[in-house]
Structure formats: C-alpha cells, structure tokens
C-alpha cells in the first residue's frame, strides 16, 4: 500500500484531542491542502474561517449546546444534556467550511475540500472530525451574527466544519465499511 492509500485507510473521526494548539507549519499545509481541492468548473465557491481563539471556541460550543437543546430533536437534546458533551471534542483548531450559496455544486466543492484537510491532516498526525451538526450553530439569529462576526462572507451558507488537533489517546477501531455499494460492469 503506498503512503497516499495508507493515509486514507488509517483516518478516523477523532473525538477527543489534546489541548496544545497544532503547529503553524501544520495548519498551513492543511490550508492549502483544502484550497487544492477540485471544484466544479474551478469555481472555488468557499470560504475557509479558521478559528483557534479559545475565548471564540468556546462561546461557539455554548451557543452549539444552547440550540441543540432548542432543537426539538431527541438525539440532539440527550446529546447537549450530557455534562461531558464538548460540541467540538476540545478540538483547538476549527475550520467552518461554508459555500457560495449561488454556486450550484458549492456543497460538493466543500465536501472535496473537507476531505483534503482531513487528509492532509492524518498525514501530519493531526486528528480531524468533520462535522455537518455545526449547521445547528447558525440555526438563530445569534448564529447569524456570529457567521458574520467571524468573518463568513454574506452569501455564503455554512456546509460543515472541521476539528483538528493532535489525537489525545489511539485513534478508535475502525468502522466496518458496506460491501454491497459496488457493483463492476466490466
Ligand atoms: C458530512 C459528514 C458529517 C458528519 N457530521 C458529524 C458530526 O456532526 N459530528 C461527529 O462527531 N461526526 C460527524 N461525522 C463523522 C462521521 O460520523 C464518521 O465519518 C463516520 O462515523 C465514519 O467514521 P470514520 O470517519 O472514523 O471513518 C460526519 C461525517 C461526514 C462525512
């Protein structure tokens, strides 16, 4: 298997991470890994917040609890009631993946994007989670205000985020994959 194979077999979504803030020289080859991603017609429809202000990310993990619970949804209340719930695993880095609401394919340039950084990461040894429950964070008028505090264009709608830092413990069993999704014509 060669490295670039290896790398995405041994990714996990990492759930717990350690507190120290990943390396400048970390965080900018998984930027760039991000902007390399393919997009329809090169569209490039996205836009990157990289957030790792502490202060920030936790106001942001309050205002996640908060609308998970006024979500109505049973999972999500359980999940936000639980005193050990941390909305983005202590995650020191966080990188909000939203696109161009006009773009036709914005949501699919994300998604490539998304898998690139997480990429990326896993070849530095940098844990990652991509996370579409983020969406719940803008679900308020006080999200709205926090997307434009933070910098996310006016115009482009949040797609997913993704954590990263260093893996705190080994990363979990891998999940057993579908083999019934492929079919050959040959
Ligand atoms: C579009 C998308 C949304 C996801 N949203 C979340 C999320 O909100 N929270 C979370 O903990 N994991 C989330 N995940 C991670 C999946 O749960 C995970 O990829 C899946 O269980 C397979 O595990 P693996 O990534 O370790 O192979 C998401 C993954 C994708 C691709």
New binding site residues.
């Given amino acids: 298997m060669n490295e670039t194979l290896r790398v995405i077999r041994s990714?996990?979504?990492i759930?717990k991470f350690r507190p120290e803030q990943i390396a400048e020289h970390e965080l900018e080859a998984i930027v760039e890994s991000a902007l390399f991603a393919p997009s329809a017609m090169n569209a490039q429809p996205w836009h990157f917040t990289v957030i790792q202000d502490k202060h920030v990310l936790d106001r942001m993990a309050q205002l996640m609890k908060e609308n998970m619970l006024k979500s109505g949804n049973e999972f999500m209340v359980r999940r936000a009631s639980d005193p050990g719930f941390s909305p983005f695993?202590g995650a020191p880095t966080l990188i909000l993946i939203s696109a161009d609401a006009k773009d036709r394919f914005g949501q699919f340039d994300c998604?490539a994007a998304?898998q690139n950084i997480a990429l990326a990461a896993e070849s530095l040894g940098v844990g990652s989670?991509?996370?579409?429950?983020?969406s719940l964070l803008f679900a308020s008028q006080e999200g709205v205000e926090l997307a434009r505090s933070l910098g996310v264009p006016d115009g482009y709608d949040h797609v997913?985020a993704v954590a990263l830092g260093y893996k705190d413990g080994p990363a979990?069993a891998?999940?057993p994959r579908r083999r019934d999704v492929v079919n050959y014509v040959k």
Avoid: E
């Fill in positions: 990714r996990r979504s759930r695993y998604a998304a989670c991509i996370m579409a429950m983020t997913c979990p891998v999940l």
